[in-house]
């Protein structure tokens, strides 16, 4: 299994062999150390937990993979290969408080024909008979701040000397938040 953290640092482009451009995400994926594991006979489940800095994070892992790995043994970036299909997980930009046409995309009402102060409201918001908003009415709130996971992400290239990897297209999050990265 190969998993690190790293930072998100810019978005550039490469360009492909054939002279194609490919957008490119920069992940600063320092060395990372394994704290501490989780065995099934003590907590419950297997896992491994790794630390950079002050941040820890836990990766879940399945039986009998535990055997590759030990206590106080760096992961790299140098595990990774150009080409590797990887999961990634971090958390979204935030964008505070938005109204439903930005949350939902609400197409908002007419322009004309007597609409007045109303172009981006949500409409009706439930039945006639129940005298309460239903939960789970998508309504005006918080938007982004949440942990998104993207699959199939291709590794375009490795660089060990500087732990960095370049991943295709764009990464959730904003520049400087941490990105888990599993193989």
Known sequence: MKFILGKKREMTQMFREDGKVEPVTLILAEPVEISLMRTKEKDGYTALQVRRGSVRREVRLKNGAMDAFAIGAPLTVSQFAAGDRVTIASISKSKGFQG??????????????????????????????????????????????????????????????KNLIALKGGIPGHRGSIIEIKG
Do not use: C, E, W
């Open 100 to 161: 439903g046409v930005k949350r939902h995309g609400f197409h908002g009402a007419a322009n004309t024909h007597g609409v007045k102060h109303a172009h981006r409201q949500p409409g009706s918001i439930g039945a006639g008979g129940v005298q309460r908003v239903l939960k789970g009415q998508r309504m005006a709130g918080r938007m982004g701040g949440d942990r998104v996971t993207m699959r199939g992400v291709r590794v375009i290239h490795v660089y060990p000397d």
